[in-house]
């Protein structure tokens, strides 16, 4: 097959769902090429402020090449984005594309240092083989808390990561793997789904108060209160299990684990504020139905009970 010249304007490049293998740093050209070594597949010279990014492209067959993306002009170095094929009715391609946004993504990672790309390139190979992604992640990620959990990150939105891991996962199609460099190393994202936001439910301390006399409501919710434990030895609310803010790193490890993110939770601190914090984290992580307490424990001893010391 022949060869084209290409121009654009910023960005990296993607088509559909295309599989980007590989991607470095050359001159200022820009050339697209396909190859009769595997069907559809193309390298790709994009220039932005900092020289040429090759991206080796393999096409899904319902996508033809041309039909490239643009993603905003980065502004660090390496970025190497590998796509997953996903099978899409030809019919439904116009419409996948003219959809707005999701608000959230789950995905998952692997991270190696700046230096250890071969390693992604490893991965690669392992994955085309047959090897499950948690495994390696396990193995080979230098993310020492989500490598416990086969380097799952859970759901995420837009502000909560560094710019470019967020470029990477939300510009990508579901099933994508996306090879991205941010300050901690590089990643290898996996773009496992997504989803609208639910919206983090303001629950009234008469509501909780109703529960929590109720034994088969009760029965149905998980109770979490993330004020500190000097706070609790203050007051508390009987139920409710503590899960300090500020350990969030900490207990997040394990949360999914200890807790049910299917089940209904309700969040709780001293006013209302660190809880829907807490409570939009523990969403990120997957967590299906939450509850804010609004106005916290300060509110339920206003209003409800005043045996509960105010402080």
Known sequence: MGSKMLTTASGCLYA????????SITSKSATVRSLTTAPRRLFVNRSCGFGVHLVRVRAHPLHQPVQLKRRDQCHRGIHLSQVASTARAASGLAASTSQAE???????????????ENILDEVEERLEDGEDFRMLAGELSECRGSRMRGGDIGWIQRGQTTPMFEQAAFEA???ELVRVETQFGL?????????????????SVSELAEILQDPERLSQVQLVDVREEVEERVASVPEFQLKP????????????????????????CHHG???????????SLGFAQLSNLEGGIHAYSLKVDPTVPMY
């Open 173 to 175: 199609d579901i099933g």
């Open 245 to 268: 803010l500020s350990r969030m790193r900490d207990w997040g490890r394990t949360v999914t684990r200890e807790l049910d993110p299917f089940k209904h939770t309700i969040v709780m």
């Open 102 to 116: 999701p608000l959230q993504r789950k995905v998952s990672h692997i991270l190696v240092k700046p230096d250890q």
């Open 273 to 283: 504020m660190r809880s829907q914090q807490a409570a939009e984290y523990l969403q």
């Open 16 to 23: 559909g769902s295309m599989r980007c293998l590989t991607h």
């Open 187 to 203: 990643h290898l994202i996996r773009v496992q789904a997504e989803r609208q936001q639910a919206g983090i439910r303001q629950m």
